[in-house]
């Protein structure tokens, strides 16, 4: 395992020598960069096993239900297959969440097998991270409560349409409440754990949510114009 005391005071050491040269104007930005990336390098190595599955896990969750859900938009196979749009969706949300489960166990052994970050080891990061996870279970609780099962696990790609889009808590104070609490949930963890590995997957959680949302919202206000459109004209 690497040694925890060397990345974390070199940082310091690294500032010291711009001040005494002139401030910040004088650093190569270029040559920071390296220095952060191999900084970084010292307390997460992405070749190790479980920190590759955590970053499958990540990336494979979002492109697996995303994809089979336009292909059941498309095809309705699954609405046929399993006999009801309702049982189709329920099936697919219960892979959904064990393929979450495998997510976050995947993230947390990451964590586990990696060093910690000296400089995040305290009782106020512990609480900082705690207080985020328990921001982010309230939103992924109540986007739960409010859109309910098949809302949350797509069930506008199987024709189960609410009467219009959700906007009450926690939609009233923030788009995709669901995703962002979840991104809420994982950093709050990984500040609770002191880990740099835990922060550095954390910003890959969101950003395969927001390349997720790129396909997710046109499709879903896109589906809404139509039912609202189908009920103008009958009225």
């Known amino acids: 395992m690497k040694e925890n005391t060397s990345p974390a005071t070199a940082p310091s050491s690294l500032a010291a020598g711009h001040d005494c040269c002139g401030g910040l104007g004088n650093i190569d930005l270029k040559q920071a960069d390296l ?3 191999s900084w970084l390098l ?37 609405s046929r297959a399993f006999g009801s749009p309702y049982l189709a ?4 949300g219960s892979i959904i969440l064990l393929l979450n489960i495998l997510r976050s166990h995947c993230f947390t052994q990451a964590m586990m097998s990696q060093p910690k970050m000296e400089g995040l080891d305290s009782h106020t990061i512990y609480f ?3 207080a985020l996870l328990g921001w982010g279970l309230v939103f992924v609780l ?9 809302g949350t696990f797509l069930g506008d790609y199987f024709g189960i349409l609410k009467e219009s889009r959700v906007t009450t808590f926690p939609f009233s104070v923030l788009d995709n409440p669901m995703y962002w609490g979840s991104t809420a949930n994982y950093l709050g ?11 550095l997957l954390t910003v890959l ?23 609202a459109t189908r009920l103008h004209k009958r009225s």
Not at 55 to 69: G, H
Not at 89 to 92: A, G, K, N, R, T
Not at 142 to 147: G, T
């Open 42 to 78: 010292g307390y997460v190595d992405p070749t190790e096993p479980s920190f590759v599955a955590a970053v499958l896990t990540i990336v494979f969750n979002p492109l697996f239900w995303n994809v089979v859900a336009r292909w059941e938009q498309r095809t309705r196979k699954l």
């Open 128 to 130: 900082l991270g705690l």
């Open 35 to 37: 220095f952060v990336m």
């Open 189 to 199: 963890w990984a500040l609770m754990h002191a880990s740099p590995t835990g922060l």
């Open 89 to 92: 969706c329920y099936s697919l």
């Open 142 to 150: 109540s986007s739960f409560y409010a859109l309910g099962f098949t």
């Open 205 to 227: 959680v969101a950003l395969v949510y927001v390349v997720a949302l790129l396909f997710e919202e046109p499709f879903t206000a896109e589906i809404y114009r139509r039912k």
